[in-house]
């Protein structure tokens, strides 16, 4: 029995420049077929979930956001050849470890890692829970109002607006905003 069939596959993190873990992927599935490398490099994994934003226009929008920034997992064996097509690879800074020694995910753990995105995508009603009340302090966080703070003076939980107190030029202004656009002051 030969080494490379004893050994098991494991997940281990590559570090990638942050914004390129999509290139990086790609690049590496497209390698991954043209070396024939499918026995060796088996899966590749970026962790996102699903976020509620506004657009420019003030507009709710969904969007896929990374969980960890400037890393992909791999479920690979790694071996020489898979070490140098990775080293290799543009915008891949290296494999996760100590000094020049690869380390290996925990068993499970990036099963773990999916189930748990799976459930929270399944659990999130709205991230935009109306938890604000009359008198709560809030500081803008999004908006041609951000880093200004205010009062609630008005919630409507139907069109999940809030209405702020904020005080500009000298006079107390209400302005009406989406709950995205607001961060409850602790």
Known sequence: MSTQQALEPKWYIIQTYVGFEE????????????LGLQDKILE???PTKKVTKLNSKGERQEKEQRID????????????EVGYVIQNTSYISRIAGTGDVAIALDEGYVEKLKASLI???????DDTAMDYQLGDFVKVVDGPF????????????????????LTMFDRD???????LQIKKMI
């Open 23 to 34: 290139a990086v992927r790609k690049s590496l599935e497209l390698k991954i077929k043209n």
């Open 44 to 46: 590749i994994y970026i």
């Open 69 to 80: 920034p400037g890393y992909i997992y791999a479920k690979l064996l790694l071996d020489r």
């Open 119 to 125: 459930e929270d995508e399944n659990n999130v009603g």
């Open 146 to 165: 951000r880093d200004m703070q205010g009062k609630v003076s008005g919630v409507d939980t139907k069109a999940l607006k809030v209405e702020v107190l």
């Open 173 to 179: 202004t209400v302005v009406s905003l989406d709950v």
